[in-house]
């Protein structure tokens, strides 16, 4: 089995085991949102780990920086983007989206599937993200798809 294999069988694993904790009645709710907030920083940590899209007027603006944002992660951005002013690394599908179906699923073989479909990432410059917010995008995206061609944002890598 190949390194991103095991790592998504660990965060599957995880997660589902964080699903069950929240099904769980708790008396006092900072538990469940402790959980959440938990299940959301797995998502995120292991999107850190996938391949990365590009949107066209990020890649084009990134090019002329002499920098290939497919190689860059976001724990880069701060050593060739300075304060963060002008891309932003994105969850195509949103990480709440994303969550929320890791809750509703019925087993950690659910959950895997979801992790090898669902995160896919993309930098997309700070006005492309703007687009998004202002069309109601922010943190929800049921047709990511339809979302970003609304905003005019045209991802490179079709094979989201």
């Known amino acids: ?3 991103i294999n ?3 069988k660990a965060f599957s694993r995880a997660i589902f085991c964080k699903v069950l904790a929240i099904r769980n009645t708790f008396q006092d709710n900072r538990f469940r949102v ?8 797995d998502i995120r940590k292991y999107s850190d780990l996938i391949p990365v899209s590009v949107s066209v007027a990020a ?3 990134a090019k002329e920086m002499g920098i290939d944002l497919k190689q860059k992660r976001w724990q880069d951005q701060n050593k060739f983007d300075k304060g963060r002013k002008t891309f932003q690394l994105e969850h195509f599908r949103t990480v ?3 969550r929320q179906k890791c809750i509703e699923a019925n087993n950690e073989e659910e ?3 979801l992790l090898r479909v669902e995160p896919k990432v993309v930098w997309i410059l700070k ?9 109601g995008y922010r943190s929800n995206r049921p047709n990511p798809q339809l979302a970003y061609e609304a905003a005019g944002i045209v991802i490179i890598d079709v094979g989201l």
């Open 96 to 98: 709440k989206e994303i």
């Open 1 to 3: 089995m190949d390194d």
């Open 59 to 61: 890649n084009n603006k």
């Open 6 to 8: 095991i790592i998504l």
């Open 111 to 113: 959950v895997e599937i």
């Open 127 to 135: 006005d492309e993200d703007e687009r998004l917010s202002r069309l």
């Open 34 to 41: 402790r959980i959440m907030e938990s299940i959301t920083m």
